[in-house]
Nanobody, 127 residues
């Protein structure tokens, strides 16, 4: 069992920045690749970014490339999402998730393969 707790969300103006954190407890953190997903009201959950178990590989949805950066600190059992140049369309509830069983390369963006999810943190970007 892994418990995930997100923090760092809030209200920011367009063009601003936020850094989300996701603290993990329970099983060995480095056994999981980690992902960030988001869900806006009335929309389906969508993949944002993912990072491999070692942190050597990352994957991003096209709309956040060049603006968002995912990173992890396995010693601190934490994954981060640095979000720069935020846009109103980035407004959503952001969730971190942990994936134990699948290969990063093929499944990092597939939310159905993730085993554990946090409770979410709200990000609101005003125009």
């Amino acid at each position: 069992q892994v418990q995930l707790v997100e923090s760092g969300g809030g209200l920011v103006q367009a063009g601003g920045s936020l850094r989300l954190s996701c603290a993990a407890s329970g099983r060995t953190f480095s056994n999981y690749f980690m992902g960030w997903f988001r869900q806006a009201p009335g929309k389906e959950r969508e993949f944002v970014a993912a990072i491999s178990r070692s942190g050597s590989s990352t994957n991003y949805r096209d709309s956040v490339k060049g603006r968002f950066t995912i990173s992890r600190d396995n010693a601190q059992n934490t994954v981060y999402l640095q979000m720069n140049m935020l846009k109103p369309e980035d407004t959503a509830e952001y969730y971190c998730a942990a994936n134990r069983r699948f290969q990063f390369g093929a499944y990092s963006s597939d939310g159905k393969t993730y085993d554990y999810w946090g409770q979410g943190t709200q990000v609101t970007v005003s125009s």
